[in-house]
């Protein structure tokens, strides 16, 4: 099999079959690009893919290196992408954005432009440390997702030969993450009040005796996914999703709750009068589709526990899953009936007028523990004081909220962008807690045998691995 450089040599001694071949080796990675950068806007991303392709065939005479087809390939159809966007950016579809889980953000504060920028400027400079196939190769993979066989098609190299290669520069690349100063920990967060203390002790802490670098997340995949390849050392999760990844082996220690409570139900305001009318809230949402944060959420858990476990009766609402930012679209143009999901997001819903609080989490389970706070077994092992300096720091966060919520509600503001009066109203009202954070044996198993009855969870997980309540 030719290689492209091989195609492109014959494309430019006149093979008109030849260029046709490159197309085809490169229209997958080219579509994935361009469906990323129209977000998934499929007829305005094929569109940028195939005018990319004529200006690359119009223009290859002017290309110096051929190894260098594939990233300059790139370069013009982002430029062609751009340039569709800024022409018709009333048409972009924004449906799928709940499903897109590297969103670019305005809202990022410094800290973490910074953080991104170092890892990126990283990133490119291992790479620019390869071989030009095999960079070719890792950017492919790691960078734009292709499949080994597809990238082993277009670059003309067995299947074997670049998984070895790329094995060995994924390991590389999760070395250097790492980072060369031991004394930092790499934490995921969401942009919602159950994650706050997260935000506060990154806010106050002096980064003088250890390092945090703070990353945030759109939806729970992305930072699932982040802490199962090792790009993060903790993360605040939902408790019933991390019981999950640990039974699938995901080496993780549950070392601290990061709140209680501190969810709704919002419904649109008509539904509010089947309540008024005598019914029970669980029967208000009969027949109703309900916005849930992840398949695995404590939301769908506590859904369950008061619908009644394993009761799949006529009228039963339907789940819709989409990340808690994005569900604020889809209830405002009536494409759900109501959401549950943690604050601040439902006081931003009743204070625009759009839905109505019909029940909080604390009268279904009270006290319950929804999200919680995981260290990667390896950084726990490695750097136990660090981790012990870090909940520590997040414990007196704890106290700091519950003694000035304004001035945490302004700190929240400024990280996620939320309206900083529906963060103060949440933390003012006392809907959520943080409070007696330290791991509980006894909340553990509520949480996990719910779990179970539930169908989200699979089985039991071993709390005598998973619990770490003596790490601090």
Request: aromatic residues 6%.
């Amino acid at each position: 099999m030719l290689s492209y450089q091989e195609l492109l040599r014959n494309s430019l001694r006149g093979d008109s079959q030849a260029f046709s071949e490159v197309v085809r080796r490169f229209s997958g990675m080219a579509r994935a690009l361009a469906a990323r950068q129209m977000r998934s806007d499929a007829g305005l991303a094929e569109d940028a893919v195939q005018e990319a392709f004529l200006k690359a065939y119009l223009s290859l005479p002017s290309l110096r290196s051929l190894d260098a087809f594939p990233a300059w390939l790139r370069s013009i159809l982002t430029t062609c992408c751009a340039q569709m966007l800024r022409s018709r950016v009333r048409d972009v579809s924004l449906t799928d954005l709940g499903e897109v889980e590297d969103l670019p953000s305005d809202e990022l504060d410094p800290m973490e432009h910074y953080a991104r920028l170092q890892t990126r400027d990283m990133v490119l400079t291992t790479l620019a440390s390869l071989d030009g196939i095999y960079r070719e190769a890792a950017v492919q993979r790691y960078v734009h997702g292709r499949p080994y066989e597809e990238i082993s098609a277009a670059l003309g190299v067995p299947v074997g030969t670049i998984k070895r290669r790329l094995h060995e520069v994924r390991e590389q690349l999760l070395r250097k993450l790492a980072g060369e100063e031991t004394s930092t920990i790499r934490v995921g967060y969401l942009p919602i009040s159950d994650h706050l203390l997260a935000m506060v002790a990154h806010q106050r802490h002096d980064q003088a005796n250890f390092g945090i670098m703070l990353r945030k997340f759109l939806s729970w995949t992305s930072l699932a996914k982040a802490l199962v390849n090792g790009t993060l050392d903790a993360a605040m999760i939902m408790a019933p999703l991390a019981m999950v990844l640990r039974n699938r082996g995901a080496p993780l220690r549950y070392v601290l709750d990061c709140h209680h409570e501190g969810s709704a139900i919002t419904v649109r305001k008509a539904l509010l009068g089947r309540k008024a009318a005598g019914q029970d809230w669980a029967r208000v949402l009969d027949g109703a589709t309900i916005g849930l944060p992840h398949a695995r959420s404590t939301h769908g858990v506590l859904l369950k526990s008061a619908l009644g476990f394993g009761k799949d009766e006529p009228g039963t609402p339907r789940a819709k899953y989409l990340s808690p930012p994005f569900l604020q679209q889809p209830f405002r143009r009536g494409e759900i009936d109501g959401f549950f999901c943690a604050e601040p997001w439902s006081t931003l819903s009743e204070s625009r007028g759009e839905g109505a609080v019909l029940v909080r989490s604390g009268t279904i389970v009270p006290g319950h523990t929804c999200c919680v706070l995981v260290v990667t077994q390896a950084f726990a092992g490695q750097r136990p004081r660090l981790v012990c300096e870090y909940l520590r720091l997040l414990r007196s966060a704890g106290e700091y909220v519950h003694a000035r919520p304004r001035e945490s509600a302004d700190i929240q503001s400024r990280y996620t962008g939320v309206d900083v009066t529906a963060a103060r109203h949440v933390l003012e009202s006392g809907f959520i807690s943080y409070r007696d954070l330290d791991p509980d044996q006894a909340r553990a198993e509520q949480s996990m045998q719910l779990a179970v009855q539930a169908g989200i969870l699979d089985r039991p997980c071993s709390l005598a691995d998973f619990l770490a309540p003596g790490v601090a």
